[in-house]
């Protein structure tokens, strides 16, 4: 496998261990001793120190400045230090550098990327409500014989029996036990719903079986729209519920999902959930509240906890909030406290009457939450932070694809070139457009479009609240798949027009090519960084002058007159011995053109890639991140990627033919 890319919002969810083996996938010469890892990640603590401290813009003292020549310390550093340490306009450049060094030789991994909240600006506040509600006889009857019965089960598994006490009914009463008749949570969703007619609510329970009876009772009974999402649907199910709940004035006012149904999924046009019951574990909890709590989120979130008196759920809400302050804020350190404390967790769970010493836990549970969040904020955490967030670079690609999302021209280029491959266009409203294949396409199955069609978007907003609609960029391939499909075809390659011009003699020719420079190589060289297809566009008289940098095509394709096609081929035919005199005068000066082009794509190739490689072999010998491997795989790409440049070639794409008249 040349490339692959492990991403997750819970890298520790099954804990460390778990995370440290995602790592020894991607590199195992790298990530081989666990014990290693551990120790590495309590070592992080100096290195970030001194990294806020050169990010932080103040003088460093001395004392600082021998502690940076201490950590790179195989290279004179002292004029990076002095320029870092000085008033003078390469303070901060200086200082960036230096963070580069220390992150090189110090820093977590290479391959090893993760954003915290801490660093992302704009997300919206968690506001919990719980609420508390009596147990049922009928669950307290059948909680009371299942302990009787189950004497014999762990304490685990009696634990997670406790926390669905609906469950446990079920097994006396049968799975058509009418639990919800009584059971106080579905009174106070229904209530809750029918007050909040005008909100989103999204309800998320352990089970697609709770999600689909409470369908059935909310419709039954309030007549409530409410869509259901599990795991037992197919894709395009699952896709049209989350579309009907996405619908503003139509759509579902609730969805009902089950844990694993709404794993990935984003719904962050809602902002009130209900969790009928709660997860496990905290990584579950954190994977609910994320389908709310996420970019695009333009509310405050409503999370509302609805649970049972003297069961698990009790027990759970208070370790969750009071313990680990894990719905109002995201918890780093969750896992490490569940797995530190799961015993006796575990048999307060199982056991929710036994509250002797539950306070103690939780208090202690806090404090060592504390504990754990501050370190990991100074430590690892905070390196990762900086390591990831891309820094200045990364800000500028931010402001570009802003840029292009307000850049109207893809709608006008994206909808004219729809209607030269033969798609029609629906205009569904909200700024979203229907796309389907009509029986005059230039070909009979475009990539990408289905037979049904598909709806698309311009709006990224748009598109962070509706799955079903894809964002349309430059990249999509829609888009891309058109342009190969044109480029590679005949349309457009030739054409010919008029140009009413009296400055000129009638008849005058002109001939304007468009030259692509391009090289041919794997799509793992990224030729594009050096040389992406290059046009080249040449206007040559009769004589050959060229009079491209004269004539801006803009201006100049404004001027012109399409000619049809009997006209056309009357013009071709008379002046056909001009126009390959013409052309043989191109291909005499497109060379030069090309050249310079190709030489400034290699010549930054080689710098780039030999700067890379000469960077990292002076590494090796203090960053054991660096490998013997990787050192060789980018000089291999760089020789492959400068002998693809010494072959890339031109060619002739385009030619418009122009005739001078004055009529």
Not at 11 to 22: N, T, V, Y
Not at 75 to 101: F, G, H, K, Y
Not at 350 to 365: R, V, Y
Not at 561 to 578: C, E, F, I, M, P
Request: proline residues 4%.
């Amino acid at each position: 496998m040349p490339g692959v890319l492990l991403l997750t919002a819970t890298p520790e969810q099954l804990g460390m261990e778990s995370h440290f083996a995602r790592l020894r996938l991607l590199d195992p010469n790298r990530f081989h001793d666990f014990a290693q890892f551990v120790e590495e990640q309590k070592n992080y603590r100096p290195v970030a120190d001194a990294v806020a401290m050169l990010l932080a813009g103040n003088k460093l003292s001395n004392d600082e400045l021998n502690m940076l020549g201490e950590m790179i310390g195989e290279q004179d550093i002292e004029p990076l230090l002095q320029a870092a340490n000085s008033d003078s306009e390469d303070a901060q450049s200086a200082r960036q550098e230096l963070v580069s060094m220390l992150m090189d030789r110090h820093g977590t991994s290479r391959v090893l990327f993760r954003n915290t909240r801490n660093g992302v600006k704009g997300f919206p506040k968690r506001e919990l409500h719980t609420i508390k509600l009596p147990l049922p006889t009928q669950y307290q009857t059948a909680i009371k014989v299942s302990g009787i019965m189950g004497a014999r089960k762990s304490a685990e598994d009696r634990a997670r029996d406790m926390l669905y006490p609906e469950r446990i009914y079920q097994e006396f009463e049968g799975d058509n036990a009418t639990w919800w008749n009584f059971d106080p949570r579905v009174e106070w969703l229904m209530g809750y719903l029918t007050s909040h007619r005008s909100q989103k609510v999204l309800v998320i329970c352990a089970k697609a079986a709770t999600a689909l009876q409470l369908e059935q009772v909310l419709r039954e009974r309030e007549g409530i729209r409410a869509a259901v999402f599990h795991e037992g649907m197919s894709i395009i199910e699952r896709d049209r519920a989350a579309a009907w709940f996405a619908e503003e004035d139509t759509g579902a006012q609730v969805l009902l999902c089950s844990e694993i149904g709404s794993e990935g999924r984003n719904f962050q046009f809602a902002s009130h959930m209900v969790m009928f019951d709660l997860p496990f574990n905290p990584d579950l909890l954190e994977q609910r509240i994320g389908r709310l709590d996420r970019i695009g989120q333009a509310h405050d979130i409503q999370i509302h906890v609805p649970y049972l008196e003297k069961t698990a759920q009790s027990v759970l809400v208070r370790w969750y909030h009071e313990g680990l302050d894990a719905f109002e804020h995201t918890c780093p350190t969750g896992r490490t406290i569940y797995d530190s404390v799961y015993n006796d967790l575990i048999n307060y769970l199982a056991s929710p009457d036994e509250t002797e010493g539950f306070d103690d836990l939780i208090k202690n549970c806090r404090e060592q939450h504390e504990a754990l969040k501050a370190q990991l904020e100074q430590g690892r955490d905070r390196l990762l932070e900086i390591h990831s967030n891309g820094g200045e670079k990364a800000q500028a690609l931010a402001e570009s694809i802003e840029e292009q999302d307000d850049d109207t021209n893809l709608i006008a280029f994206a909808m004219n070139l729809f209607d030269i491959i033969g798609i029609n266009q629906d205009d569904r409203g909200d700024n979203m457009i229907v796309l389907t294949p009509s029986d005059h396409m230039l070909v009979p199955d475009f990539p990408g479009l289905s037979e049904d069609g598909i709806t698309i978007t311009f709006d990224r907003e748009v598109a962070l609240a509706r799955e079903d609609a894809q964002f349309i960029t430059w990249e999509h391939p829609l888009i891309r798949n058109g342009l190969d499909l044109i480029l590679s075809g005949d349309t457009g390659s030739s054409t010919i027009s008029l140009l009413k011009n009296k400055a000129l003699p009638v008849g005058t020719l002109l001939v304007e090519l468009i030259y692509v420079v391009e090289a041919q190589a794997p799509k793992q060289l990224q030729l594009n960084r050096f040389l992406p297809p290059t046009p080249v566009r040449m206007l040559l008289d009769k004589n050959g002058n060229n009079l491209a940098a004269q004539v801006e095509f803009e201006t100049f394709n404004r001027q012109l007159n399409a000619v049809n096609r009997h006209t056309g081929s009357k013009l071709v035919n008379a002046v056909q011995q001009d126009v390959h005199a013409i052309l043989q005068l191109g291909e005499a000066q497109i060379e030069k053109s090309a050249r310079a082009l190709i030489d400034a794509a290699r010549n930054e190739a080689d710098e780039k890639l030999s700067a890379e490689l000469s960077r990292l072999e002076a590494l090796r010998a203090v960053n054991p991140n660096i490998r013997d491997d990787e050192l060789t795989a980018i000089e291999s790409n760089r020789q492959q990627v400068l002998e693809s440049l010494d072959q890339a070639g031109w060619r002739l794409d385009a030619l418009r033919l122009i005739v001078v008249t004055h009529q």
